[in-house]
């Protein structure tokens, strides 16, 4: 399930895809990038040579969605036109970890490439960036960082990936379907309860209209509502609760009982992002890289944060954080060149020109807190609602044993959502459970 790529998210079915893909933030329409040749992939094997009088780095970087190319040629192209002595060769990819894991194998692997959620799997592979970050301190400003996502993008104390932005999952809705249906939009402080009145009311199955869509966003999202999946220390699984039970019986109940969601053989033939933006979907679950695509829809539509659940205790909020970060290999013999690159590429001129497009949520506070970001003259109008929902975010499978736990919730999750269901929920949370134990225990007998 790890194969899984973003592109192919798009078009795959409610409910089956897994949750352990980089945030892809997409571009909006500000500044224009500088011209760049139409993006391939790249070659496999040893890059070519550098002009002379030119160092080369390999940089790696996905192609999501054309939006994300469009991103990745403008920080290549700006920073070569920028720095004249430097070549950037592109390596190009659909997803990130398997181009890793391929080049890191065969003895290919880029200088500097682009990650995402899960990136802990490789922090043996990736240069550790704390002397680079302490010489340049004054150029970095460390602080600036939202402190979660620092958390997010370190591992066991060491910066080993230089942070950028994160998305997190929250809800899109379309508020002319809304006022066709007569109900109010939806507030910061809305519930699953609110969720499930508002898309009774939208959905209408026989006219192809639905409530929801909240695959794209990915069920990880709704699962975080309980918190994390282990313990602060990362030796116990805490996935197993009655909490997270009916989370995951409520997140297929929505299309499978409550005909609020669209299902998955409607989804499968329509697409995902195609259904929100042919007007179909009330309510869509997504992040920052649905922000460049949306401001393009004809109709109006705005976003809020992920429903509180109201359960015994009191209500309670969660969400998924997708973290995407710079990282620099640590046996290229261009280090220093490629930390150049990426402290500039992390920097406050490249990700104010980033936000600005809509391309990320940027990770320095003095930049996402300002107009950049929350241009009051752009949608969404909540735009702020991104930065909310970070508050009580949870980030993605931040752990080196990313790979196999994403296998252990997903191969038992997915047996519980298929449509000839091979397990309920309580059982699928306590197979994913003893999945995340093994997982961790595995990897802490292997430190010893």
Known sequence: MRALTRRNMLRLTGGLT???????????????????PAAQPAEEGAPAPAPAGKTKLVFEWPQYTPEKTRYGEYIINTYMEQNPDIEI???????????LIVTIAGGTP???GWQGAGWQQFYKNFLVLDEFIERDAAEVQIDDYYEKLLGATTWQGQHQVMAQGFTVTLHYYNKKLFDEAGVDYPTDDWTWDD???????ISDPDNNIYGSLLDQGSYYAALYINGNFWSEDARQATFYSDMRVHLLQMWKDIWAKDGIGAPPTVTSEQGLMPMFEAGRIGIYAGGSWFLEPARKLEFDWDIVPQPALVWEDGEHRGTGMWTEELFIINTSDKKEEAWQFIKWASGPELLTWAASEGHVVPGRKSIAETEAFLNPNKKPANIHAFLDSAEFAVPVNAHPAAGKVATAIGDPVSAFFSVEETMDAATATRAAHDGIQAALDEWWADQA
């Open 195 to 201: 969720f499930k009145v508002i898309g009774s009311a």
């Open 110 to 112: 880029p200088d500097c």
């Open 89 to 99: 060769e592109p390596m190009y990819n659909t997803n990130p970890d398997e181009k």
């Open 18 to 36: 897994i949750a352990t893909l980089g945030s892809a933030a997409l571009a909006s329409c500000a500044p224009s990038a500088p011209s760049a």
